[in-house]
């Protein structure tokens, strides 16, 4: 880890009470890196802004970092999604079971228990534009079930990797 600058007071705040916990402790396996990838479905970014951990859907998902939930919803691409924020990082946790355990305005601990791992098709949100071969809604931009894990600082999303 470089040393930082003036100008990066809070994200240097911000790591030097880190490393991460890692999100799914029995889960090892990235099934997919950050950067650039063929897109897997329809909809999905050709650059991942993030890592993929594959899981079983009520697999236990726990909070990387410290921080407050900033957002515990449907979101678009990431399907259900629980986000964190600490200063000026943000981790996201996405294709979530949609019985959020968390709600935003809460504050989360490292380590603590934020989620589970959701099911490949969620219904009951009416924006959903993501749907696999039988046309039913999936849980955002996904073929099967698994953590999709993203960090950002700002608007910028980091590889997740260099974070533990």
Request: proline share 7%; net charge neutral.
């Amino acid at each position: 880890m470089s040393s930082a600058s003036q100008s990066e007071v809070s994200y240097a705040d911000v790591l030097s009470c880190s490393n991460f916990f890692w999100p799914l402790p029995d889960n090892k396996r990235i099934s997919s890196y950050f950067g650039k990838r063929s897109s897997p479905t329809a909809y999905a970014s050709s650059y991942h802004k993030g890592i993929d951990i594959p899981a079983s859907p009520g697999t236990n998902i726990y909070a990387a970092m410290s921080g407050t939930v900033v957002m515990a919803k449907f979101n678009g691409s990431g399907g259900c999604t629980v986000t964190i924020q600490n200063g000026d990082m943000y981790t996201s946790y996405c294709h979530v079971s949609p019985n959020f355990i968390v709600a935003p305005g809460v504050y989360v601990e490292k380590g603590q228990l934020i989620a589970q791992v959701g099911p490949k098709n969620v219904y009951g949100f009416p924006d959903n534009k993501y749907h696999d071969s039988d046309g039913n809604p999936t849980n955002g931009a996904t073929t099967g079930p698994h953590l999709h894990f993203a960090v950002r600082i700002n608007s910028e999303y980091k590889n997740p990797l260099d974070f533990f």
